[in-house]
C-alpha cells in the first residue's frame, strides 16, 4: 500500500488495451496506411505543383531524406519507452511534463484534422466522380458522413479489425498506383519521352520559395509514419518492432511516392504539371490517356486510400487522448476502455462528433456544403494546418531524445546526437521558411494559427503545474509494460517510486 504522498508504482487495475495484438507486419500497415500511398499520390502533389511545379518529385525525394534523419530520434525513444502516448510520452519523459502537454496539444492538432480532413476530400473526390461519369449529384457532406460513421465503427469494435481492413486497403491501393506508374513509365520511354528534369530543384517554376512551400504539403504525405508508435501498448514486442516498422513503412511508402510522382510529371508534361490545383485529379487524365480500363481502379483505390488514413490515423489520435486521460493531464473519462472490446470507447465517440463537425464546419465557411471546393478546401486547409502542427513535435521529440539518452550506457554520438540535430534543423528551417517565404493566403496565416495554439496550451501547462502538480508528477510515466517511473518535480508533496524500465 503506499502512502498519501507517494505515487503509485503500477496504473491502477482498470480494463486496459488489448496486448499483444499485433505484430511487425501490423505496425507497419498502421504507420503505411496513415501516409496513404494512394492518397498521397493521386491529391497531394496538386498541392505543391502550383508552389514547386515540375520539381514536385525532387520535394518529396527530400522530404523522404529529411523524414528519415528525423526518424531517427522518434526510433530511438520508441524502442525505449513503448507507450500509446508516442510523443507525448517521449517529450514527456525527455524535455519534461509541461512540454510533454504541449506536444499532446500539437498532435491533437495533427492527428484530430486528419479524419476531417479525409472526410472532406472522400466526399469532394466522389461528388466530382459521379457528376462526371454518371450526371448525379449528391453533396459532398452526406457522401463523406458514409466512411466516418465506417471509421468510428472499427474504432470502436478494436485495433485488430481496423488493420486488417486497413492491410486489404494498403495492398489495394499500391498495386494500382504502381501499376499506373509503370505504364506511363514504360509508354513514355518507348516513345522516348523521359526525363529526370523533375528529380531537380531547378525545375521549380517560383524558385527557393515554391520549394520551401510545395515541401509543407510533401510533408503532409509523410505525417502518420510514426504511426505504429500509438500502438505500442498492442504490439508484441514493442521495443524492437515499433522502430523497425516506422523504419520500414518510412522507406517504402516514401519510395514509392518518388517513383510514382516522377512517373506523373512524365506522363503529364512539364507545362501540364505547372498549371495543376488542388482540385484537380491528374491521375484519373493519366488513366485516360495511358490505360482507360484502369479509370475504374483508380477510383477505387483512391476512396480505398483516403479511408485507410481516416481510420488509422483516428485510431493514433484516440490512443493518446486514452494515454492523456489515464494520467490524468485530460478528463479520466478519456481513459474508459470497453472491458469486452478493449478499445477506448469514450474517446472513441468523441473523436467521432469531433471530426464530422470539423469537416462540415470548415466545408460551409471555405466553399459550402454542396460545391466540390468545399469539400477539396477541407483537405488543402485542414491538411495545411496539421502538417504545421506535426513538425513542431519532430522537433521536441529529437530535443528528449537527445537529452533522454545522453549518459546512458547504449547513448550513439551519431544516431542519438548527429541525426537529432540535422533533423531539428530541417523541421525548424521548415517552419521558419513558412514565415519568411510563403505569402499565399489563408495558408501564410497558419502559422500564426499554430503559433496561438501553442499559447493557449502551454498556459493550460502552466495551471496544471500551479494547480494540480500531481497530475504533472506522473505523466508520461506508464509504458506498455506497466511499470512507472515517476521524476517528482519538487514542491508536490510526492515521492519517487517506480521501476525503471
Not at 478528463?331 to 478493449?342: G, I, Q, S
Not at 478546401?377 to 519532430?394: E, S, W
Not at 521548415?430 to 519568411?436: A, E, N, S, Y
Amino acid at each position: 500500500m503506499t502512502t498519501s504522498n507517494e505515487l503509485p508504482t503500477h496504473t491502477p487495475a482498470r480494463p486496459a488495451l488489448r496486448t499483444n495484438a499485433l505484430g511487425l507486419g501490423g505496425a507497419v500497415i498502421m504507420s503505411a496506411a496513415i501516409m496513404g500511398p494512394a492518397v498521397s499520390t493521386f491529391f497531394n502533389p496538386q498541392f505543391s505543383t502550383p508552389f514547386a511545379g515540375a520539381a514536385t518529385p525532387f520535394v518529396y525525394f527530400a522530404c523522404l531524406v529529411a523524414m528519415l534523419i528525423t526518424a531517427s530520434g522518434v526510433m530511438a525513444m520508441a524502442a525505449r519507452l513503448p507507450s500509446a502516448g508516442a510523443f507525448y510520452t517521449y517529450v514527456t519523459r525527455g524535455l519534461g511534463p509541461r512540454s510533454g502537454f504541449v506536444t499532446g496539444g500539437l498532435m491533437f492538432v495533427a492527428y484530430a484534422l486528419l479524419p476531417p480532413a479525409e472526410i472532406g476530400l472522400i466526399g469532394s473526390y466522389v461528388q466530382g466522380t459521379l457528376e462526371a461519369e454518371l450526371g448525379v449529384h449528391v453533396p459532398w457532406w452526406l457522401l463523406g458522413l458514409v466512411p466516418a460513421a465506417a471509421m468510428i465503427f472499427l474504432a470502436y469494435e478494436g485495433i485488430g479489425s481496423s488493420i486488417k481492413t486497413a492491410l486489404v486497403l494498403f495492398t489495394a491501393e499500391v498495386i494500382v498506383v504502381m501499376v499506373i506508374s509503370i505504364i506511363v513509365v514504360v509508354k513514355k520511354g518507348a516513345e522516348g519521352g523521359l526525363t529526370l528534369a523533375p528529380l531537380s530543384p531547378h525545375s521549380s517554376p517560383h524558385g527557393v520559395g515554391g520549394l520551401v512551400t510545395g515541401f509543407v504539403f510533401a510533408a503532409l504525405s509523410f505525417v502518420g509514419f510514426e504511426g505504429a508508435a500509438t500502438l505500442s501498448e498492442e504490439v508484441r514486442k514493442p521495443r524492437r518492432n515499433v522502430p523497425r516498422a516506422i523504419l520500414l513503412s518510412v522507406i517504402l511508402v516514401g519510395g514509392i511516392y518518388v517513383f510514382c510522382i516522377w512517373a506523373e510529371v512524365n506522363g503529364l508534361g512539364i507545362e501540364a504539371t505547372n498549371n495543376l490545383t488542388g482540385s484537380a485529379t491528374p491521375w484519373n487524365d493519366l488513366a485516360a490517356q495511358y490505360a482507360p480500363w484502369l479509370n475504374l481502379f483508380i477510383v477505387l483505390a483512391a476512396v480505398s486510400s483516403m479511408f485507410a488514413v481516416m481510420v488509422n490515423s483516428n485510431n493514433g489520435i484516440i490512443r493518446i487522448f486514452y494515454a492523456m486521460g489515464r494520467e490524468g493531464l485530460l478528463p479520466r473519462w478519456f481513459a474508459h476502455v470497453n472491458p469486452k472490446r478493449k478499445t477506448p470507447t469514450n474517446a472513441v465517440f468523441t473523436q467521432g462528433a469531433f471530426s464530422i463537425a470539423v469537416a462540415m464546419i470548415v466545408g460551409a465557411l471555405s466553399g459550402g456544403l454542396t460545391s466540390t471546393s468545399g469539400g477539396s478546401n477541407v483537405y488543402g486547409y485542414l491538411g495545411f494546418l496539421l502538417t504545421l502542427g506535426i513538425l513542431p513535435v519532430y522537433v521536441l521529440t529529437n530535443l528528449a531524445a537527445i537529452r533522454f539518452l545522453r549518459g546512458r550506457p547504449d547513448f550513439n554520438p551519431f544516431f542519438h546526437l548527429v541525426l537529432p540535430v540535422v533533423g531539428i534543423v530541417l523541421m525548424t528551417g521548415l517552419l521558419v521558411g513558412q514565415i519568411l517565404l510563403n505569402t499565399t493566403e489563408p495558408y501564410a496565416s497558419f502559422v500564426y494559427v499554430i503559433v496561438a495554439w501553442v499559447v493557449v496550451v502551454a498556459a493550460g501547462a502552466y495551471w496544471l503545474g500551479r494547480r494540480r502538480p500531481e497530475a504533472l508528477a506522473v505523466a508520461g510515466s506508464v509504458l506498455a509494460t506497466g511499470d512507472a517511473e515517476v521524476d517528482v518535480p519538487a514542491g508536490t508533496g510526492a515521492t519517487r517510486s517506480g521501476n525503471r524500465t
